[in-house]
Each structure stands twice: as structure tokens, then as C-alpha cells.
């Protein structure tokens, strides 16, 4: 089945605990990216790649890191997580072209 | 800022038809029009998208004026299931770069009631 997976699902932590949500597709999409969804801001992305090794920032890349080693792996990076990356957070890829794809999201509260 | 505007909520009747407007006055000649859904907090589902012709799929159909300066998603035979936001949302096709961005407005909430 044709999907994008994201691990884990729901995470509590601490500031300053660094953690990395993880997000893989099986549909050997060139584009991925991550967006994250807050209550009244919608849905605002972060980061995206074009392809392996191939990243660049989104609209709010503060506090945020990503690597694309691999064409199907895109894992998000929160070095220092502080409150304010308290959200809902979707990985999405798709082909070059044309519609994304989103995983079932990722929440993520920083305490 | 996004390049649409939707009404913030509507209701439809479960069997009937829900037709969800959408107004993109300053869309380029290079830019489609792409319909999504958000139910409850799930991840964003693609439903359709269109240049200027109209466009059906197994889930919905698209109808985008002549001038392209707005569009409607019509779901034939809307079901309790159908009930979310949808997000009307205008992007190049062929992007590089910043371009792939799904810019998300407010969206319509879609309320079907049995």
C-alpha cells in the first residue's frame, strides 16, 4: 500500500531534549517536506527537500533540522525543543509535478 | 498569505450534494487549482485538481469558471464521512523550489448532517 508512515504518533518531552520524528514513503516520491499545524495558524511548512541531499527552508524553519540521506527518509530534527514546538506536525512527498501526499501526523507537545 | 477565499463553514444534508465555493481572482495562467481535506486532525487528503476544464474523479468534481477566477468542488452525495475542512489552495504544477508549498488558508468547515 502506497503511504507515508511517521513515528512516533504522539510524543511528550522536555525543553532542551533533543528528539527526531521520522518520516518514510514507499512511493519513491522525489519531493517531501514538513509542515506543522497550530490552532488558528493553519498549516505552515518548515522544511522540503527536491531530492536526496537537496534541503531548503520553509516558512518557519526556526528550530528545525532535516536531512534527506535517502530518497524514501525524511526525519525532522529538534536539536533543543522548546514549548513553542508544541504542535501537530505532517510530512507530506509526492512527485515533482504534481498532488502531495501527507502521513497521519506526528503530535508533539515540549513541556 | 493564501491565494484564496473560502467560506468559513457550510451544511449539507447527508445524500445531497455539497457544493464548497472557492474565490482565486488573482490566479496566474500557470497556476491550477488543487481541493484538499483535513477530517478532524488526520493528515490533509488530496481530492482533485484542475487547470480550467472541469474535472471528475471518484470522489468528487471540480468546476472551475471560464475566467478561472473561481471554482467549486462538488461532492455528488455527501455522507456523515465527508464531514471536514477543505482547502482550496492554487500552485504551479511544475514546480521547483518553493513553488511545491502547499499554501493552506482557513479552509471551509463541512458540516453533513444525517
Known amino acids: 500500500e502506497a503511504q507515508v508512515t511517521q513515528n512516533p504518533r504522539y510524543l511528550i518531552t522536555v525543553t532542551g531534549k533533543k528528539l527526531t520524528v521520522t518520516c518514510s514513503q514507499n512511493m519513491n516520491h522525489e519531493y517531501m517536506s514538513w509542515y506543522r499545524q497550530d490552532p488558528g495558524l493553519g498549516l505552515r511548512q518548515i522544511y522540503y527537500?527536491?531530492?536526496?541531499?537537496?534541503?531548503d527552508k520553509g516558512d518557519v524553519p526556526e528550530g528545525y533540522k532535516v536531512s534527506r540521506k535517502e530518497k524514501r527518509n525524511f526525519p525532522l530534527i529538534l536539536e533543543s525543543p522548546s514549548p513553542n514546538q508544541t504542535s501537530l506536525y505532517f510530512c507530506?512527498?509526492?512527485?515533482?509535478?504534481?498532488?502531495?501526499?501527507f502521513g497521519p501526523g506526528t503530535r508533539l507537545t515540549v513541556l | 498569505d493564501a491565494k484564496t477565499t473560502q467560506p468559513p463553514s457550510m451544511d449539507c444534508a447527508e445524500g445531497r450534494a455539497a457544493n464548497l465555493p472557492c474565490n482565486h481572482s488573482?490566479?496566474?495562467?500557470?497556476?491550477?487549482v488543487y481541493w484538499y481535506r483535513q477530517i478532524h486532525s488526520q493528515g490533509p487528503q488530496y481530492i482533485i485538481h484542475g487547470l480550467k476544464n472541469n474535472e471528475t474523479n471518484e470522489m468528487a468534481s471540480l468546476i472551475i469558471t471560464e475566467d478561472r477566477k473561481s471554482s467549486t468542488l462538488i461532492l455528488p452525495h455527501a455522507t456523515l464521512r465527508d464531514t471536514a475542512v477543505y482547502y482550496c489552495i492554487v500552485r504551479v504544477a511544475n514546480y521547483g523550489g518553493s513553488q511545491g508549498n502547499l499554501i493552506f488558508g482557513k479552509g471551509t468547515k463541512l458540516s453533513v448532517k444525517p
Open positions: 507530506a512527498s509526492g512527485p515533482p509535478s504534481n498532488t502531495q501526499y
Open positions: 527537500s527536491m531530492n536526496v541531499e537537496v534541503t
Open positions: 488573482t490566479i496566474s495562467g500557470n497556476e491550477y
